[in-house]
């Protein structure tokens, strides 16, 4: 017995996919098209949209929980962190809370702060600080 390998083409797969199968008609409680129903002509096709569809990109999401994450962290392990606000001011001290628009500071030898996050330009951990060597 002489057996051959059937490929498609990429030009019968397209075909094919474009190809939607005609709902049957029911009659009479059948799901089997009548007679009548083969007998007729096949009716005409409007075009069809192609079957590619294109995904519209998500954007990625507003929040991403980071923030909250570090916050949280430093908070538990009470590390000394030093704030840097817009205008230069260095501020040290532990981070005891935070909300969506204030971190509050404990700072020894002086009052705790209330900073708002609009007025911080960065931060970073107080023992990670680079002392710049005097000459």
Avoid: C
């Amino acid at each position: 017995m002489n057996r051959k390998l059937i490929r498609t083409t990429l030009a019968e797969v397209k075909g094919k996919a474009r190809e939607v199968p005609q709902p049957r008609e029911r009659q009479n409680g059948s799901s089997r098209p009548s007679n009548e129903s083969r007998d007729r002509e096949p009716r005409e096709r409007a075009p069809q949209p192609s079957p590619v569809q294109v995904k519209k990109r998500i954007p990625p999401p507003n929040e991403t929980n980071a923030e909250i994450f570090y916050y949280k962290k430093q908070i538990d392990a009470h590390t000394p962190m030093v704030i840097v606000l817009l205008d230069g001011e260095e501020i040290e001290g532990t981070i005891e809370w935070y909300d969506r628009g204030a971190l509050k500071v404990n700072r020894k030898g002086a009052p705790n702060l209330l900073v708002l996050k609009r007025n911080i330009k960065y931060m970073f951990k107080a023992d990670e600080r680079v002392e710049t060597a005097t000459a």
